[in-house]
């Protein structure tokens, strides 16, 4: 079956380090794949869109890479602050956008 | 620009009751969708519009849901005979068109509680 896999636990990391969460994918040859950031109580907001045929994409402190080989996606933000302390969603074009289940990243002071 | 609205925000229900859901899209916006997030999980597709196309109503879970869309742009999502186990966020989104380099534009949501 086709899955999108996202690390279902919690992120936790200091403050100025590096975050890293992980989208697995499988069954599924997307053209694009996209990172969405979801605050509590609201709906999920757009970050990045990366196509098949780039390996990284860049904006501000995120940086998105997409392997289709190993069918992966890394998300990375760096000097993280606690304002960055969200879900962070992967999603998947095919006919439509199919979202992963997110990873909820914690930044502590 | 305004963006995407829902309306309620918050609907309380009691179970068997029908419900509306209202989502007003961003003007221009030709593909809208609708999702269902229950507390602590990922978003669950349930419906998509696009242009005058017939809607894909892959994800709707029984034939209690339905969903229509006016004129291209209002679109309201019914829930007949609400159950406990429909409780949920419900969240709108549009966009430009459907696939290639589309991104979603989110509502807040509605909060479904049904007693």
């Known amino acids: 079956s086709q899955k999108i896999e996202q690390n279902s636990e919690a992120l936790n990391i200091q403050e100025g380090k590096t975050a890293t969460l992980t989208c697995n994918y499988t069954n599924y040859s997307p053209a694009y794949l996209q990172w969405y950031r979801q605050d509590p109580g609201r709906g999920p907001v757009f970050l990045l869109l990366?196509?098949?045929?780039?390996k990284e994409k860049r904006k501000e402190r995120l940086k998105v890479t997409f392997d289709t080989t190993l069918k992966q996606s890394l998300f990375h933000i760096t000097a993280s602050q606690p304002a960055d302390s969200a879900t962070y969603l992967c999603?998947?074009?095919?006919?439509?956008?199919?979202f992963g289940t997110g990873t909820r990243l914690q930044v502590f002071p | 620009g305004a963006g995407v609205s829902q309306s309620p925000s918050n609907k309380v229900t009691e179970k068997g009751k029908d419900v509306e859901l209202r989502c007003d899209p961003i003007?221009?916006?030709?593909?809208l969708y609708w999702y269902r997030q229950s507390l602590g999980q990922g978003l669950e597709f349930l419906i998509y519009f696009q242009g005058n196309s017939a809607p894909d109503k892959s994800g709707l879970p029984s034939d209690r849901f339905s969903a229509e869309r006016t004129g291209g742009s209002v679109s309201t999502l019914t829930i007949q005979r609400t159950q406990q186990e429909d409780s949920a966020v419900y969240l709108c989104?549009?966009?430009?068109?459907?696939?290639?380099?589309?991104?979603?534009?989110f509502g807040p949501g509605t909060r479904l509680t049904v007693l």
């Open positions: 003007s221009g916006h030709t593909a």
């Open positions: 990366i196509r098949e045929n780039e």
């Open positions: 999603a998947l074009n095919t006919d439509k956008l199919i």
């Open positions: 989104a549009s966009s430009l068109w459907t696939g290639g380099e589309s991104t979603q534009y």
